[in-house]
């Protein structure tokens, strides 16, 4: 607001979701019924549940009444009409794909474009769409700039793509490059944005070497307010602008309306490529659905639809990011370390150098991740050796980072519960030295994050 500098949250509340606030004593115990896994609590038993930002924003009035509005019917529905108009104003690509979420978008164009012999460049693949890429054969390789890998430096643009390397790959590999990813915001690598440079930067080389690019734009909204923050020939222009921009160099998308689509469900996949589009709808029916609904609900459609016009409102976007910015902010100024400068949709404590008593294969993250929720009844997730630690062997080897990702739900807190993590966060921060690490005493082949049982050592 002009001439005040407090920055509101740009709505209120209408329908309210009472806490339950566990004690201390009985969070110990429900600890130890998980297995010291925080997937496995109940999220009646979280207090504030940071686990992910993924489906579990707050829709606006405006989003119930268009789920009202919502038509079933199987072909042609008013609601896919709403929902084509609603991503075509911002993304106009030739074909519209409807998916129940973005790994099906996934699913769907690796299973057509991959396949053995194959190999797809990426800024960073996110964990599903790395997972998609192997699954049907080919190799995923991540060429984010050296600045993204290192949580402690500064940069404004992290999640930008190492042209250099890309070019390299191209060069030695260009056959079997089907298409370039480009990952707005840069989830995997801290929530980094991309800059509209570099992605003009990564067109001119797909230009060169005749491949498309493809963005996995989950975040793109997140991504187009830091480019109008950030990049110096981008300010005071619209985000609306930005965002017909960032599309306007792309040869499709995929897309999971859980985050920027501010819906509970949905995604989707487009391109411009007439007979890739026709495979891809053929795949669509089989898994999916017709393709006017895909996977989704006549009235998800019309949530998604709705969803979109907020996004890129300009006071929305002020406020979520200077939230999670907020967060980071008044840990940092704590020396909590973190990945630096937060990204959109979270922050990423750093666990290797809070807790450096605790080596990597004693899960540094996981017992950060265990003690918030211990101590302030805190959901957040680790992202570290627990995660990816285990290689296909069985061995173990240390994750290259140990973070604890707390992601902000959208719409969801308020300043209040932000000050109350704040005061947990510090809390544990300050008896650090007291935490020990962890073991694993039961664990699945893959993804073992899920569903693996700990215990403290
Ligand atoms: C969440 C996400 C996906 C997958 O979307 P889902 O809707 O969870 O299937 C893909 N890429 C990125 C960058 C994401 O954040």
């Given at each position: 607001?002009?001439?005040?500098?407090t920055?509101?949250?740009?709505f209120?509340?209408?329908?309210?979701?009472?806490?339950?606030?566990?004690?201390?004593?009985?969070?110990?115990?429900?600890?130890?019924?998980a297995?010291?896994?925080?997937f496995?609590?109940?999220?009646?038993?979280?207090?504030?549940?940071?686990?992910?930002?993924?489906?579990?924003?707050?829709?606006?009035?405006?989003?119930w009444?268009a789920?009202?509005?919502?038509?079933?019917s199987?072909?042609?529905?008013?609601?896919w009409?709403?929902?084509?108009?609603?991503v075509?104003?911002?993304?106009p690509?030739?074909?519209?794909?409807?998916?129940?979420q973005?790994?099906?978008?996934?699913?769907?164009?690796?299973s057509?474009?991959g396949?053995?012999g194959?190999?797809?460049?990426?800024?960073?693949?996110?964990?599903t769409?790395?997972?998609?890429?192997?699954h049907?054969?080919a190799?995923?390789?991540?060429l984010?700039?050296?600045?993204?890998?290192d949580?402690a430096?500064r940069h404004?643009?992290?999640?930008?793509m190492d042209?250099g390397?890309?070019?390299?790959?191209?060069e030695a590999r260009?056959g079997e490059?089907p298409?370039?990813m480009?990952?707005?915001?840069n989830?995997?690598?801290g929530g980094?944005?991309?800059?509209?440079?570099?992605?003009?930067?990564?067109?001119?080389?797909c230009?060169?070497?005749q491949?498309?690019?493809f963005?996995?734009a989950?975040?793109?909204?997140?991504?187009?307010?830091?480019?109008?923050?950030?990049?110096?020939?981008?300010?005071?222009?619209?985000?609306k602008?930005?965002v017909?921009?960032?599309?306007?160099?792309?040869?499709?998308?995929?897309?999971?309306?859980?985050?920027d689509?501010?819906?509970n469900?949905?995604?989707?996949l487009a391109?411009?490529?007439?007979?890739?589009a026709?495979?891809c709808?053929?795949?669509?029916?089989?898994?999916?659905?017709?393709?006017t609904y895909?996977g989704?609900?006549g009235?998800?459609?019309?949530?998604?639809?709705?969803?979109?016009?907020?996004?890129?409102d300009?006071s929305?976007?002020?406020?979520?990011?200077?939230?999670v910015e907020?967060?980071?902010?008044?840990l940092c100024?704590?020396?909590v370390?973190m990945?630096?400068?937060?990204?959109?949709h979270?922050?990423?404590l750093?666990?290797?150098?809070?807790?450096r008593h605790i080596?990597?294969?004693?899960?540094?993250?996981?017992?950060?991740a265990?003690?918030?929720?211990?101590e302030g009844?805190?959901?957040?997730?680790?992202?570290?050796?627990?995660?990816?630690?285990?290689?296909?062997?069985?061995?173990?080897?240390?994750?290259?980072?140990e973070?604890?990702r707390?992601?902000?739900?959208?719409?969801v807190?308020?300043?209040?519960?932000v000050?109350f993590v704040?005061?947990?966060v510090l809390?544990?921060?300050?008896?650090r030295?007291?935490?020990?690490g962890?073991?694993i005493?039961?664990?699945?082949?893959?993804?073992r994050h899920?569903t693996?049982r700990?215990?403290p050592?």
């Open positions: 607001m002009e001439g005040f500098s920055i509101i949250e740009p209120r509340v209408k329908s309210v979701e009472p806490l339950r606030l566990t004690t201390r004593a009985e969070r110990e115990e429900l600890l130890g019924k297995g010291y896994n925080l496995a609590l109940a999220s009646d038993d979280v207090i504030i549940d940071l686990l992910t930002d993924s489906g579990t924003g707050a829709m606006s009035a405006e989003q009444a789920l009202q509005r919502g038509d079933e199987y072909a042609g529905s008013p609601s009409f709403r929902f084509e108009a609603a075509k104003a911002l993304f690509f030739a074909h519209l794909i409807p998916t129940h973005g790994r099906a978008a996934e699913k769907i164009l690796f057509v474009v396949g053995k194959k190999v797809i460049p990426n800024n960073t693949h996110f964990d769409t790395r997972a998609n890429v192997e049907s054969g190799e995923a390789v991540d984010v700039i050296p600045e993204g890998k949580p430096l404004p643009f992290k999640g930008n042209v390397a890309l070019t390299r790959l191209l260009k490059v298409l370039v480009v990952t707005i915001t989830n995997s690598g980094q944005p991309v800059s509209l440079e570099n992605l003009r930067a990564v067109r001119a080389v230009d060169r070497f491949v498309p690019l963005l996995d989950c975040r793109f909204a997140e991504n187009a307010w830091f480019i109008r923050e950030r990049e110096e020939a981008q300010r005071g222009r619209s985000i602008e930005i017909r921009d960032i599309a306007a160099l792309a040869d499709g998308m995929t897309m999971s309306a859980k985050k689509g501010l819906a469900i949905g995604g989707w391109m411009n490529d007439g007979a890739l026709q495979k709808r053929e795949l669509l029916i089989l898994t999916e659905g017709f393709p895909g989704l609900a009235r998800d459609l019309d949530a998604i639809a709705q969803g979109l016009s907020e996004v890129v300009e929305y976007l002020r406020y979520r990011v200077r939230a907020y967060l980071a902010d008044k100024a704590a020396g370390p990945v630096e400068p937060p990204g959109g979270a922050v990423y750093d666990a290797k150098r809070m807790l080596p990597p294969l004693q899960y540094p993250g996981q017992a950060l265990v003690e918030l929720y211990r009844g805190i959901r957040g997730c680790e992202i570290g050796t627990a995660m990816f630690g285990k290689r296909p062997d069985g061995s173990e080897q240390p994750a290259a980072m973070l604890v707390l992601a902000m739900p959208r719409r807190y308020t300043q209040s519960h000050d704040v005061e947990a809390h544990v921060f300050a008896r030295e007291s935490l020990r962890m073991r005493v039961e664990q699945p082949a893959s993804l899920f693996a700990f215990a050592l």
